[in-house]
Each structure stands twice: as structure tokens, then as C-alpha cells.
């Protein structure tokens, strides 16, 4: 029985997962800013894995993407979903 390496992996496999060093890096942002938006749920997605916390780099592509904005006075795709969840609640109602 021989023990077998598995093959190399290439340079974009092996950066699958970023740190949150290499994240903030990426975004061009703090590591502070990335532990604020992880508490507040403002910032990409990102996975636990025991005490570490990785971010998958499609993950951070496509959350790059919702970031868009043509001017400083637009919104952007979350005031978009709000106005949507808030027309799904249906009217408000009193007691």
C-alpha cells in the first residue's frame, strides 16, 4: 500500500477560501470593518470553520457586485429588497 500525494492543486484552488487578512486586502478595507459587518450581517458572506472565519472568493465576487452604484445618492440593490420585503409584509395594522 503506497501512500499517494494528492495531485498539486492549482494557485486558484488553493485560494478558494481567503482569511480575513487577505479579505480585507481584497476589498480594500479593515479587518475591523469585516468583524463590524460579520456582527451587523452587512458584509459578504462568509463560512465558520471551528474558530476561523474564511471567505469563499466567489462569494466575495458576487457580493462585490451588489456594491454597485452609479452615484452617490443611489441606493443601491438593498434599498431595492427592503422596499420589497416591506411591500410583502402587507399594511401595517393597529390596536
Not at 499517494?4 to 486586502?25: K, W, Y
Request: contains cysteine; proline residues 6%.
Amino acid at each position: 500500500m503506497s501512500l499517494e500525494h494528492p495531485p498539486a492543486l492549482e494557485h486558484n484552488e488553493q485560494q478558494q477560501f481567503l482569511t480575513e487578512r487577505e479579505t480585507a486586502n481584497l476589498l480594500r478595507v479593515s479587518a475591523r470593518t469585516l468583524q463590524r459587518w460579520r456582527l451587523t450581517g452587512d458584509g459578504p458572506p462568509f463560512c465558520a470553520f471551528g474558530g476561523r472565519r474564511l471567505y469563499a472568493r466567489a462569494d466575495l465576487m458576487s457580493w462585490a457586485l451588489t456594491q454597485r452604484r452609479r452615484s452617490t445618492s443611489d441606493p443601491g440593490n438593498e434599498a431595492a429588497l427592503a422596499r420589497t420585503n416591506h411591500e410583502d409584509a402587507g399594511p401595517a395594522t393597529t390596536l
